[in-house]
């Protein structure tokens, strides 16, 4: 019998951390669905190909709308919050 390994699980506070926003911010993403999340109990826990994915979504925004204007763009990224 083989067993396939966990995910990485990350609570919001951890998210938030990586993210750098604040824990609130973080919560308030999960619980409207933009980052993917399991709620074992009472408490949250994001798998990290979730958070990958998230900031993946907000990198490719990025280049599509710099592609969409003829000049530089913002000089930040956006994630969608």
Request: aromatic share 6%; hydrophobic share 35%; charged share 30%.
């Amino acid at each position: 019998m083989s067993l396939t390994p966990s995910p990485k699980l990350y609570t919001v506070q951890e998210i938030a951390e990586a993210l750098r926003v604040h824990s609130r911010t973080a919560y308030r993403l999960v619980k409207e669905g933009k980052i993917k999340g399991i709620k074992v109990g009472s408490q949250w826990r994001i798998p990290e190909s979730a958070l990958l994915d998230y900031i993946e979504t907000g990198w490719q925004a990025h280049v599509q709308e710099k592609k969409d204007k003829d000049e530089d763009g913002p000089k930040q990224l956006k994630l969608p919050l």
